[in-house]
């Protein structure tokens, strides 16, 4: 997936359908946390179902297949007590070189602020739910790290994970974007720090990766942000760049451009995951708060006209 301009898709919200509805009509209560890809002409979708704090949080992780990348019916699921975790956030869904299918799971460590990043792997999206899983990334004493975003680019394996400092216990949703790669998609080799929030500004709380969309010579992101810690969980979506290496890809910068959020407040417009059409199109995926607190699952396409005109806006920002 390559962009053959400047610009990077943002939803537009005026042609937003609905793919997957929260599992109730009430505040906590969320689908979204969308990943995506095309496999043989069928879209598969992977996202995240949750119910409020106490009633389960994240309890399950879908992947579901698509004709038309808007209506789709679930092939596979995992649980939260597969891997004995407390919640499960944004799983990311690959497709290896030799066909083989990754889920890359989110998983709550019970009673801690921890959170690590499990993998189940199958020959087939269907046998992803019955999958052993092992842990692929542990983080530490010291952090959480979870939401990975992984891209297979140049012959390797490409991840931007968001990791969150657990040095004090009532400030463990700061969060910074860290990139790592790997030669196999399992063992990975950290690279540090390559974005993070802005001093007094929407993004100064936190930052995490959603979707990146590699060029000839550099990598833009999508990535959600918050200027608080009462913004959790609601946060909304900005872009930010950077620059491809001979070592990979580099620190990024944010774009300096309005962000996009859901017209109900508080706003909540987070992890957006997109696709490319054949003809040039995108089509995005995200998880959009809905005027009952509820989290949604929208898709909306964006045409190659409309994403001209939108390069022409993030380059004269720029």
């Not at 009462?230 to 944010?254: C, D, I, S, Y």
């Amino acid at each position: 997936m390559t962009a053959s301009r400047s610009g990077f898709p943002l939803p537009n919200l005026r042609d937003s359908v609905v793919v997957v509805p929260p599992p109730e009509t009430t505040p906590g209560s969320w689908a979204g946390a969308p990943s995506v890809l095309s496999h043989d002409g069928v879209v598969y979708l992977a996202y995240r179902l949750r119910r409020p704090i106490g009633q389960g949080r994240g309890y399950r992780n879908v992947v579901a297949a698509s004709e038309d990348g808007v209506t789709f019916h679930p092939v596979s699921h995992v649980d939260s007590d597969q891997f004995g975790s407390e919640s499960l956030e944004r799983p990311a869904l690959v497709v290896t070189p030799d066909g083989r299918w990754r889920l890359y799971v989110s998983c709550a460590t019970p009673g801690t602020k921890h959170w690590r990043v499990d993998l189940v792997e199958a020959t087939t999206p269907e046998g992803l739910g019955a999958a052993e899983s092992r842990t692929v990334l542990p983080g530490d004493e010291h952090s959480a790290v979870k939401d990975p975003v992984v891209l297979w680019d140049s012959g390797r394996w490409h991840l931007w994970a968001s990791v969150h400092p657990l040095d004090l216990p009532d400030h463990t949703d700061r969060m910074t974007t860290d990139y790592a790669t790997s030669t196999d998609g399992i063992d990975w080799n950290w690279h540090g720090t390559v974005l993070t929030g802005t001093p007094g500004s929407w993004d100064a709380r936190g930052v995490r990766a959603t979707s990146v969309l590699p060029t000839a010579d550099a990598i833009w992101m999508s990535y959600d942000g918050r200027a608080s810690a009462a913004q959790n969980w609601e946060e909304v979506t900005g872009l930010a760049v950077g620059p491809r290496t001979a070592a990979g890809f580099g620190a990024l910068t944010r774009v300096d451009r309005p962000t996009v959020r859901s017209r109900h407040e508080p706003g909540g417009l987070r992890y957006l995951a997109l696709l490319t059409d054949a003809d040039g199109s995108y089509r995005l995926y995200y998880e959009y708060t809905r005027r009952d607190g509820a989290h949604e699952l929208r898709t909306e396409s964006i045409s190659a006209e409309a994403l001209a005109e939108s390069d022409a806006l993030v380059a004269s920002a720029g």
